[in-house]
């Protein structure tokens, strides 16, 4: 008997060591700047995941060479890590909200780290893609707690600084991407692309068990919506499949075109299934409210502009006879530009410009940008002034965007909307690699001009230009509504 009390008294213990948050040491969360060290370790996690996905694209030249495959089969590298990303958010939200935003972002860390040193190992291109999925549930953990974790740590007036330290963590993640990468690819091999994150992830996690905050304001654990989670995966997966397909894969048209109707079947069967769930994945409600809806637009329609460029850019220069190595550190205007805009917008430009007329302000920039590259050679002398203006950009729009989401999304819901934030910068990502090589991919074989290339970039900016109009008649209208009461 007493045996069996130690056991269960054992298992106790190691189920509240698994399942429950750790506070932090008194002399920590008791500093009048704890809430920036939330930030700070938080910024590990951005800074990985957007130095993974920025690296990652350097290595295509390397994995075509060492699996023998094409274009389009090679970019699976990384649309099976996003697509595996946008499917899980919004549910890694719903349950971080419920179970705790501390606990699943430091499983997420833990996960993303051994699937991380997984694929430095990886003996064949089906294998790479197999960890990459891995890598993408631990990176989902992380990516629908981040904004989260923010936006419940920071003050309410410092709120957009904040989450502009955090969006400068990406950029500088997107900075090095390339840079380190090409690096790599050139000396190394591409192995060590994905082994560089294995330190980093080993220090996140002490800093985070340390450093976060336990969560305060839950929502009640439920029943988990399964049937609408694969009916997201599966318009997501089928989408983005239509798009890989008609980008080189070895499919017939008829095969295409089915996988676009499943994706519009399986869209629409998700979003009946929301509506009549008694606990849906995602509250359409949140989508109703127009500064979310339009917002998450404008996030997608960001990271398609933000990440078009690093898939071209690459095989661009790289046909021109350039190396990985100088084509990486051209690559480094966007993303640099973008971490200056992110961390210095908010001192440079007055505190009375809303986030609506600084989202038109960036939006405005980068799609000028964008629209520069169809009348200047891709050359390394256009590229960097012109990327970088991009960034400058993306980096103004970006952070004013996010805040404006997360403001006029409910406390408690706060791991949702982050999710819905990060599920629709996937989309955007994704879109940006599939319909680039896609379009690369007709270049090719009808002989169109590379400046052809950038339409469905410029066509993206002009949309979040329309998005942060929007925005823009929204609040002068609010502004008329209170000066008439």
Known sequence: MATRMSSESSKRRWSAVLTAERARPEGIRSRPNAWWLAVG???????????????????????????????????WV???????????????GRLADAHGRKLLYLYGFAVFTLASAACGLAPSLAALVAFR??????AALMQANSVALVTTSAPRERMRSALGVQAAAQAL????????????????????????NVPIGLI?????????????????????????LGLLAVATTSALLGVSAASGLPVPG?????????????????????????????????????????????AMSGYLVLFGPLV??????????????????????????????????????????TDARRCLLGAVAFTLAMAALQAVPLTLAWLVPVLALAGLGLGTFTPANNAAIMSAIPARSSGTGGGLVNMTRGLGTALGVALV?????????????????WSALILTGVSAVAVASAWLGTDQDATRTQSAR
């Open 254 to 298: 008829w095969a295409v075109l089915a996988l676009f109707a499943m994706a519009g079947g399986a869209g629409w069967g998700f979003v009946r299934r929301q509506r009549r769930a008694a606990v849906p994945l995602l509250d359409l409600a949140l989508l109703r409210v127009r500064t979310v809806s339009f917002g998450l637009v404008g």
């Open 312 to 353: 071209l850019v690459p095989v661009v220069l790289t046909a021109q006879g350039n190396s990985e190595l100088a084509a990486g550190a051209a690559l480094t205007a966007l993303p640099a530009g973008f971490a200056l805009a992110a961390t210095g917008c908010d001192r440079l430009l007055p505190r009375s410009l």
């Open 133 to 138: 999925v891995m890598q993408a549930a631990g």
């Open 173 to 196: 993640g997107l900075a090095l991407g390339p840079t380190v990468g090409g690096a790599l690819v050139s000396t190394l091999g591409w192995r060590w692309v994905f082994g560089v």
């Open 78 to 92: 990384s649309l099976a890590y996003l697509l595996t990303l946008v499917a899980l958010l919004v549910p890694a």
């Open 41 to 75: 370790t938080v910024c590990f996690g951005a800074f990985m995941g957007q130095l993974d996905a920025s690296i990652v694209t350097l290595t295509y030249g390397s994995l075509r060479t060492e699996f023998h495959t094409s274009l389009a089969g090679v970019e």
């Open 437 to 453: 090589t896609l379009t690369l991919h007709l270049a090719a074989d009808g002989g169109a001009e590379a400046g052809a290339r």
């Open 204 to 228: 996140a996690l002490v800093g985070g068990h340390y450093l976060l905050p336990r969560t305060r304001a839950r929502t009640k654990a439920a029943a988990f919506d399964w049937a609408g």
